[in-house]
């Protein structure tokens, strides 16, 4: 019986797995979505999933294939009426089609949108300084709390010793330990480097940066952080909002910030490269810089700065720069081209426009496609 339910069980998450992936670009696009968000699970709606089984109708109903009827005649529902239908029929009582809603971990979901997405596994490099403690039990020992009491052992010593002086009696078989047969299990501490990363995301909170836009960088933003967060035991994120100038904010004020003022993307990559110079050292952080904008800058001399600063102060330090040019009715749109002039052809570098909701599935792709 339990074997069988773990079957049905296991049968139940691989149709889940199924109806998640076929609607993934679907799920990609909902903002509600992440708002059910826990520390470890993600809840999903989706269509009510049963498992197929045999279904028995009421008695009295007659045999298969009893009934009128010629040769030929084709089968459908009983009677015209009930075919065509008049709108007149009266309130049924039948249950209609609930959406079921599941609870499936970040880890599980990072796997399904690497395979829907096709995403190359990330290798880590090197190791931070932050170091995780394991405990590992090692031995026995002879005193102990109780609750590390090791009882087959405890018994093994118990029956050794009463053979041994010659109280055991096979007819018996009553072993009773003393206090000095009880043994401990011994338990050593280990520390563990681990693989940690940095992601920086930038925002342009300027004038043209709408609510609409925010939504999209926030969905974006999510997925980003569930794939990487599937490849590394910790991720640290810093945020900074620029417009003219730039500054660094907690998370909440990186989604909620209203948006006024002008544009100067270079106060944000100056930024950016101030925290990877003074905190993050490239042989033990894998690092992420990821900005989003409309496309708007100040200035082309500023556009050339931004691509000084990107060249020689970003990407030496960094895994991967990714910039996504979010549509606003607004934006000029000429930064991405600006960069793609300059960085075009660098692996380091991912470039995507997001035309909107919809071509956030793609985007996710473009910028987490190369693997780094």
Known sequence: MTLKIHQDHARFKAIVRGRIKQNLRRFIQKGEMIGKRGKDFITIPVPTIEIPRFR?????????????????????????????????????????????????????????????????????????????????????????????????????????????????DPRNPVVVPYREDRRYRTWKVTTRPES????????????????????????????????LRHHYKGLVGRYIIHDAVAREVDRETFFHTRESGGTMISSAYKLAAEILEADHPPEQWNSYVFHFSDGDNWSADDTRLCCDILEGRILPRVNLFAYGQVESPYGSGQFIKDLRERFGQDERVALSEIADKEAIYTSIKEILGKGR
Do not use: C
Not at 207 to 223: A, H, L, N, P
């Open 56 to 168: 028995y109708g009421p008695k009295q109903q007659g045999g298969v294939g009893q009934g009128e009827g010629e040769v030929g005649t084709i089968l459908g529902p009983a009677g015209d009426g009930a075919a065509q239908g008049d709108g007149k029929g009266k309130a049924g009582d039948a249950p209609g089609h609930h959406l079921l809603e599941v609870d499936v971990s970040l880890d599980e979901l990072a796997e399904i949108l690497g395979e829907e997405l096709e995403l190359p596994r990330i290798q880590p490099k090197g190791n931070d300084r932050i170091v995780t403690e394991k405990t590992r039990y090692v031995g026995i020992n002879t005193t102990g709390p109780e609750s590390l009491r090791h009882f087959r052992r405890t018994f093994r010593q118990a029956l050794k010793r009463q053979i041994i002086t010659g109280t055991y």
């Open 196 to 227: 940690n990363a940095l992601i920086i995301y930038i925002m342009d909170v300027s004038g043209s940066m709408g609510d609409e836009q925010k939504e999209i960088v926030r969905i974006e933003s999510f997925w980003i952080d569930t794939w």
